[in-house]
C-alpha cells in the first residue's frame, strides 16, 4: 500500500510540476531564441524581431556570436546564469533534439519549435519528433509545436511568432486554441475585427506535448479570459479532451471548430461505423461536453465574441424576445430563429399592455415586436420586453439611423436593470457605423453585423446554456467495466442476440438450425408467420446478398426460401435462422463502436436497409443516461416518425432510450468489441425488440481488415 501511494504521489509531483511549466511557456518572463540570427529573411530573425516589446529579459543562444539585434548572446543553455520561462527553437529540425535536451538539462520551462520536418513529413521526421517526446515524458519541460507560427499573449505582451502584424492584437478577453497555427492568427485576426480582444492565441502545429486538454485546462482558472474559441482537426486523445472539456465549459464558455466533415470514416464492418464518422464522433463529444459547435472561423470568432460578454445560465430551453425598428429584417430574424428550433414565445399580457401603450397602433406587439421605426419610447419598449419572465434573451435590429435612435443609450438601462443578454444588430455603412460600434464596446453591449449574425447569436446562447444544463443532469463517469467474462470467439446471430438478451434488450422467439430438416422442425414449432435468414459467419449483412425472406406462411415458402439461402456463396453452408415475426413498428439502429480516440460512442438512427442512405444519427459517448439518449432522439432529423407520422404506430421512446443505455454499456464491459449493432430494432407502443444483431469483435476486425 505504501509503495502504491508514493507511486502516486509520485505522479502527482510530475503532473503538476508539468503543468507549472506549461504555465512559464505561454506566460513567460524570460525568453531565450535558439538560431537567432541578423539576417532579416530567416525566421530566427523574425522571432527575436518580434520580441521587442517584451518587458521581460530576452536572450539568444548562438555558437559565435556575442551580440545579435542588440541581444547577448549565449553559446549556449548552461551559460546562461538563470534558467528561461521560454526558448524559441528557430533551427533546422535536425538541430532540434540536441537543443532541447539542453534545454530540459538547463531547467527551461518550455520550448517552442518553428521549423517543420517532423512528423508531418514521414517516417525519418516521425522519429525525430518521437525523440522530442521522450525528452518532455522524462524531464517534464513542455514542448509547443513543432511546426507552428507559436503563441500570441498580449497581456504578457508576449509575441512568440514570427507572422507581421501579430503585435497589433489588442489585449481581451477571448483566448484561441487551433491544431494550425495559421487557423490561429485568422480568428485571431476576425476576432479583432470585431472590436475585441485576445488573452491567450495559441497554434498546436504537431501537438507532440502541448495539447489542447492541456491549455484548456490552464485557461479555466485564467481570470482574463472569459471565453475560449477552439479549433481541431485531429483528436488523438479525445477521451481525455471530452472529460477537460466538461469540467471547463462550467466555468466559461467554449466555442468549437471542427475540421474535416468530408471524412467518410474509417473502415468498418457494421453500418454503425459507417454512420459514424470520425467528424460526427467529435462534433457529437464536443457538443456532449459542452462546447458550441460552429461550422467556419467567422461564425466561431463571432460566437466566442457574443458568449465572452455574457452567458445564458443552465437551462433546458430559452425564450428569446426581438424589438425591431424595420419589420423586414424582423422577420428575418424570427425565421431564422424558429427554423433552429429556438423558442419565440408570445410577450406576457401585462407587457404586450406596457408595449402597446408606448407604440403607435397597428405594430405587432406580441414577439417580435415591430416599433415601425425606433421612436422615442424606444428605451421604454426594449426595458419592458428584458424584464418579462419568459424571456431570456433579447435581440434588437435597427438600421443606423444616428438621427432617431442612440443604441448605446437606448439598450444600456436593460441590459444593466435585468442583467439579460441583450445584443445590438445592425448595418449602415462602414465610416458611419464605426463611432456607434466603439460605443457600444465600451458599454460592453455586444453588436453584430445583419439579421443573419443575430440569428447566430441566439443560436449560440441557446446551445451553450442547454449544455450546461445537460451536464447539470448528465450522469456521465468515466467509463467502469462490469465483472463479465470476455468474448473470445465470433458470435452469429443467434448467438449475439443471446448477449445482447443477457442484458435484457427484448429479440424475437428463434431457433438456430444446421440444415434443412432442422429449420422445419422449428418452422413447425414456432408460431406463424416466420422469417428466415442465412446465418452464415461470414455475412454480416444478410439483405446484401438476399438471404432474408420475410412472412413464410407454410412447408412450401419455407422450402423455396431454404433452397435460396443455399445458393448464396458462404464458407458455412446450411446454416439458418428460423424466427417468429415481429409486430408492425418503426425501424431503428441502435449501435456502438470503439472508438481508438474518444472509448466507446453509441449512435442511435433512421435503420433498415436505408441506414446508410438516409444517414440521420446522432452519437454519444458512453456511458449515456436516458436523457441523453432522448436528447439524441430530438436530434434526429426523422424524429416526427416516431409519434405516429402517418400510419405508422407511436413509439416508446423510453424503449429506445433503454436499449441505448444498454448498448452502450455493453461496449464498456467488453472492450475487446470493436463494434456492435442493432439494424434494425423494431419500435411500437409496445416497446422495442431487436430483429438483428451484430456483434464484431476487434480480433475478428483485423482479420477482416
Partial sequence: MQNNNSALDAADTAQRHKETNLRRLLNPASIAVVGASADPSKAGSQALRSLNGFPGRVVAVHPRESVIQGRHCYPTFADILEPVDLAILAIPAQHCIQAARDAAASGVGGIFIISGGFGESGAAGARLQEELADICRASGMRLLGPNTSGFINPQKQC??????????????????????????????????????????????????DVEAADVLSMLASDPNTTAIALHLEGVPQGRKLFEVLSTVTRLKPVVALVAGRSDIGEFAVSHTGNLMGSYQRTASALTQAGAVVVDSTEELAQAASILAHRRLPPKARNGFALVTGQAGPGLLIIDGLKTAGLDVPELASATIEKVQSLLPPMTFVKNPVDTGRPGPGFTQVLSAVAADDRIDAVFVYALHEPAVLDPSAAISPAVNREKKPVIFGTLGTQEDLQPVLEQLVRAGIPAVLGPERLVLAGKVLDADSRGQWRLKKSSFTSPIAGDTATLANTLNEDQAKAFIASYGIRTPQRKFCIGKNEAIEAFKALTKPVVVKIAADDVPHKTEVGGVFLGIQDLQSLSSALAAIERIPTKTPGQFLVEEMAPL?????????????????????????????????????????????????????GKKLLDGFRNLPVCDRSAIADVAVKIGQILIDHPEIAEIEINPLRVNAEGAVALDALVVLKNQQETTS
Avoid at 494550425?180 to 472590436?195: K, T
Avoid at 433498415?608 to 454519444?620: F, I, P, T
Fill in 585 to 637: 413498428g418503426v425501424e431503428l439502429i441502435v449501435g456502438a463502436v470503439n472508438d481508438s480516440s474518444w472509448g466507446p460512442c453509441v449512435v442511435i438512427g433512421l435503420g433498415g436497409v436505408l441506414a446508410e442512405a438516409v444517414s440521420d444519427s446522432s452519437v454519444r459517448l458512453a456511458p449515456i443516461s436516458e436523457l441523453d439518449a432522448a436528447d439524441m432522439l430530438e436530434g434526429l432529423r
Fill in 159 to 208: 509575441v512568440a511568432s514570427f507572422v507581421p502584424g501579430v503585435d497589433q492584437l489588442p489585449k481581451g478577453r477571448i483566448a484561441v486554441i487551433a491544431q494550425s497555427g495559421g487557423v490561429n492568427l485568422s480568428i485571431a485576426f476576425q476576432i479583432q475585427r470585431l472590436r475585441e480582444g485576445i488573452s491567450l492565441a495559441v497554434g498546436l502545429g504537431n501537438a507532440v
